[in-house]
């Protein structure tokens, strides 16, 4: 069995490189029409530049995944700032696309808690389909619209969750089918269990994204990983994908919810075990405060036990 890694976005171990420097509504109101194109260009050729550099660093460092920021585009999705963030960025964008493909990086999005489809206010859907297709246009300007992958959640269940979820199979009819086929759908650490996400995916055809922190933090009475596990990989059958997992492991006791810094071995071993069990290569995005740091970190602890080989900067072998 072979695991590869990934982080979120931000590569911590290079010097000032976020690829989500943002401007707010209210700033990009307080400046003139020029200074408003001249600093959402400004912003936005940034952060494609330090994506740019965050790809170098994984090629260098070996490492197979990579979550773009959803904030790469400053204002995108907001109904009053329409402006055409492609066209100027064609090339940079070009040059990202070009980049994963040369090194077979998987790549993928998680747009916000907001982008949803459970809700029962017209405009929320609205927005979650406009979301949804930004992102998707971003995949397609890096010609990756067919590989990327873009994780949701299921979102609320507004006091009734029967009626929630038929409120999602109906809103995401909204969604084009083009940009449903790049979904994956995410269980939560609150709301929507494991089972009841994979359900939601198996009637939908859309693979799940499977967090371990979450099915542990909102674990279904009579749930069993091993039975988890194999309903969750099946979803990815018909996927050019292998299949997908977050890890993270609790902040403490008290905020378990909350993700820590690095990524506790102890924790996620009973995961690791049954996956040993089924012998299927899976991918994980690790989803720890210290990014690429708890990546790097987690494949030197994982390596160093024992039947673990290290075949790779950031993929090790079972």
Not at 122 to 135: F, I, K, L, Q, S
Request: glycine fraction near 4%.
């Amino acid at each position: 069995m072979i695991i590869r890694f990934g982080y979120v976005a931000h590569a911590l171990n290079l010097w000032d490189a976020s690829p989500q420097k943002t401007m707010t509504f209210t700033r990009w109101k307080q400046l003139g029409e020029n200074e408003r194109v001249n600093k959402l260009h400004e912003i936005t050729r940034k952060n494609l530049l330090h994506t740019l550099r965050a790809l170098h660093y994984n090629v260098a460092h070996e490492i197979k995944l990579y979550r773009f920021s959803s904030s790469i585009v400053p204002l995108a999705t907001h109904e009053e700032v329409p402006w055409d963030y492609i066209t100027p960025f064609r090339d940079l964008y070009q040059e990202i696309g070009a980049l994963v493909k040369k090194h077979g990086v998987r790549s993928s999005f998680h747009p916000n808690q907001f982008t949803l489809f459970t809700s029962d206010k017209p405009h929320v859907t609205r927005n979650a389909v406009r979301d949804m297709e930004y992102h998707y246009a971003i995949a397609e300007a890096m010609g990756l619209e067919e590989e990327l992958l873009i994780n949701i959640h299921v979102g609320g269940a507004y006091g009734n969750k029967k009626e929630a979820v038929k409120r999602f199979h109906d809103n995401l009819r909204q969604l084009p089918e083009y940009i449903k086929k790049q979904m994956t759908l995410e269980n939560d650490d609150k709301t929507y269990t494991a089972s009841e996400t994979l359900a939601i995916c198996e009637e939908e055809g859309i693979p799940m994204m499977f967090d371990y922190h979450h099915y542990v933090a909102n674990r279904e009475e009579g749930e069993i990983l091993d039975d988890i596990l194999f309903q969750f990989m099946d979803t990815w059958e018909d996927s050019m994908h292998q299949p997908k997992l977050h890890v993270s492991s609790p902040k403490s006791e008290k905020a378990f919810r909350s993700h820590a810094d690095y990524v506790s071995l102890d924790f996620l071993q009973p995961l690791i075990d049954k996956l040993k069990e089924i012998d299927q290569s899976v991918d994980f995005m690790v989803e720890a405060k210290a990014k690429d740091r708890a990546l790097l970190q987690l494949v030197e602890d994982m390596a160093a036990r024992r039947g673990v080989q290290r075949i790779g900067g950031a993929t090790i072998k079972i």
